[in-house]
């Protein structure tokens, strides 16, 4: 939390306050504070206040002072966003949101407040129509650097308590294609589907929500049958824009959505119609939905048609971007061989499979506590195991100033990253090709990341040695590793693919996607479908379909990082996690202790459901 550096109350009082708060003398400065606004009323003084009562402890009074300040100056920012930080401290995610919107509100260019708040409505489950919030969704995903991917359950959420979308919820909630589509032809209107709000969100966000999905597939299958009907519903204008933004959501998932043998008639003869040169915009736009349109015999010449069109992005993202990472895969240098065996199968299932591949990424720092010394310095940075390089990216766009080198073994991950770099303007990371097993050299890096990499290699401390041979003494890594209690429906499915000899393959990954249902037990196919990376093929693979995978515990990586020499700094977690773990805990202020995060796991097995992350440090 930091005070103020500007204000509009007396300058002599307040500014003796400042002085006083830069000191750490915050008692002193609480008297100031008071007596400035004794003199007049001034938000920076009640923030300040707000801030000192924190400090002290006392959150109720600090947030009653960061009300009084926005009662001053209705636009003054820090404000809400450390009542938001007091909020989240004790869980209190809806009143934090609701600051974060406010924020938002009042500096509505500030990317790192509009990413804050999609970070804490990702999840949120709307009661309550607000159009409020809907209005700052479709704000945030139109900034195209805006991070809005995995904000698609609040963006759901929202979708679903909308008077608007109403009258589609009985088509919504049909599992059966005849069903649906009787629901559909008896609706009053279909205009919410051309609704800016839900046109956009396809575009922007991955929806992790089956029945969504089963909606959104007897759509495509709608728009499919009716492509040549006159006058159906929708002008020639609007279905090619309700089709163009399916598109981009199949593409997204990279075509997750079953087909049925009926679609695959009509889909033959639209594909042919297209590649003899025939058909327009709905019927390219229709078709993008079930395959890329890059795989097309006359790509090249669709690209040339439609690039000036309503649908030139989504022939950019199928088949100019493609074209594009076929010339970058050939410039990327090469920094160490790849002999290992498990390496190169690792290798061969990222050049089949790119992971992950994303729509947008994040400019918000992790943890300011432990990487912001990293700011405004020329610092190295190793990316070990960078796959598409959104981390690498968004480490980049963190600390512009840092010199960033990202290695991965995958030329088609990292022809990926490469042009992910371009589009974002970031030019401070180098992507090579290399083995973290070859990596060596006299040049140390002041920081280190290898986020979901180690799990996946032969001997995982082997690879773990390694950079911590990189890492200059003080040095910082951020490691990302798979826990074993969380994984539990991931192993279960993994079982059963063995089991049942599914394969890689795009189809054997969509068949067993398609199968789960009838296979796991009820809890596993759930615990499943609660992972986003079941709602995209590649990420599906790389969740039950890999071919090496370790899982961890918190004591074999308190063993590891014994063995290491490296020392525990933090795990990444929500604020309302470490709200219940000081509670558990109270004796462990710093929360280092891993003895009392077995405990704490054990008793929420789905803390670490994503992956244990968390920073180590090696003394200096």
């Known amino acids: ?86 909020f989240l401290s004790d869980g209190f995610v809806l009143h934090a949101l ?13 990317l790192i407040y509009r990413e804050k708040f999609l970070n804490l409505a990702r999840n949120f489950r709307f009661r309550i129509f607000n ?49 649906f589509r009787k629901a559909f032809e008896g609706l009053p209107n279909r205009d919410s589907l051309m609704d800016v709000y839900f046109l956009t969100g396809l575009k922007r966000v991955r929806i992790p929500a089956f029945d969504f ?43 997750a959505f079953c087909v049925t043998e009926e679609e695959e008639s ?53 088949i100019g971007d493609p074209l594009e990472r076929a010339k970058v895969r050939n410039t990327i240098p090469r920094l160490t061989k790849i002999e290992d065996e498990v390496s190169r199968n690792v290798q061969e299932q990222y050049e089949e499979s790119p992971y992950p591949q994303w729509i947008t990424c994040s400019s918000l720092i992790y943890s300011e506590e432990n990487e912001g010394s990293l700011r405004n310095k020329k610092a190295r940075i190793l990316v070990a195991g960078c796959g598409t390089g959104k981390e690498a990216i968004e480490l980049g766009l963190v600390f512009p100033d840092a010199e960033i080198l990202a290695v991965d073994l995958s030329l088609t991950s990292l022809s990926y990253a490469v042009q992910k770099a371009r589009e974002y303007a970031v030019k401070n990371v180098t992507f090579k090709q290399g083995d973290i097993l070859g990596l060596e050299g006299s040049d140390l890096y002041d920081y280190i990341a290898c986020s979901g990499v180690l799990h996946h290699m032969k001997e995982p401390l082997e690879g773990w040695r390694v950079l911590e041979r990189l890492l200059r003494p003080g040095g910082l890594m951020r490691v990302a ?64 379909f890999h071919v090496q995978e370790h899982r961890f515990d918190i004591s074999r990586i308190q063993q590891s990082l014994r063995q290491l020499g490296l020392t525990f700094q933090s795990f990444f977690l ?21 003895d009392n995060w077995v405990l704490f796991e054990k008793k929420r097995p789905k803390t670490f459901v994503s992956m244990y992350m968390f920073w180590c440090r090696k003394p200096g």
């Open 213 to 255: 999905e089963r909606f959104l597939t007897h759509l495509r299958r709608l728009l499919l049958e009716n492509l040549e009907t006159a006058d159906w519903h929708f002008n020639q204008e609007d279905f090619t824009a309700l089709a163009d933004s399916l598109a981009h959501c199949c593409h997204y998932t990279e075509y």
């Open 266 to 318: 009509a889909l033959k003869a639209l594909r042919a119609r297209v590649e003899s040169g025939g058909g327009g915009e709905k019927d390219v736009a229709v078709l993008a939905s079930y395959v890329p349109l890059g795989t097309l015999k006359n790509a090249a010449s669709i690209l040339d048609k439609y690039s000036e069109s309503s649908l030139r992005n989504l022939v950019k993202i199928q």
């Open 1 to 86: 939390m930091k005070a103020a550096t500007a204000t509009n109350a007396s300058p002599s009082t307040y500014q003796r306050a400042q002085e006083l708060i830069k000191k750490k003398d915050f008692m002193q400065a609480k008297t100031l504070l008071e007596q400035s606004l004794a003199e007049g009323p001034s938000a920076g003084a009640w923030h300040d206040l707000g801030v000192i009562h924190y400090i002290g402890g006392n959150k109720q009074k600090a947030v009653e002072c960061f009300e009084a300040a926005v009662n001053v100056d209705p636009e003054y920012d820090q404000a809400y966003v450390n009542a938001a930080e007091v």
């Open 98 to 110: 609701d600051c974060y919107a406010r924020a938002v509100k009042a500096r509505p260019g500030n």
């Open 574 to 594: 929500g604020a309302s996690v470490f709200s219940e773990y000081r509670k558990m805990f109270p004796q462990d202020q710093a929360m280092q202790n891993l």
């Open 131 to 179: 159009p409020t919030l809907k209005q700052l969704f479709l704000e945030s995903m139109q900034i195209p650097e805006c991070y809005t991917s995995d904000a698609g359950l609040g963006w759901l959420g929202i979708l679903q308590t909308d008077p608007g979308f109403k009258a589609l919820h009985k088509a919504v909630r049909q599992k059966n294609y005849k069903k």
């Open 481 to 544: 590793l798979y826990s074993e209690l969380a994984r539990s429906h991931v192993v279960a499915a993994r079982n059963v693919i063995a089991r049942k000899k599914y394969r890689p393959t795009p189809d054997d990954v969509r068949r067993f996607r398609h199968d789960c249902a009838k296979l796991l037990r009820r809890r596993d196919y759930k615990g499943l479908m609660e992972y986003r990376d079941f709602y995209a093929l590649s990420e599906l693979r790389d969740l039950v």
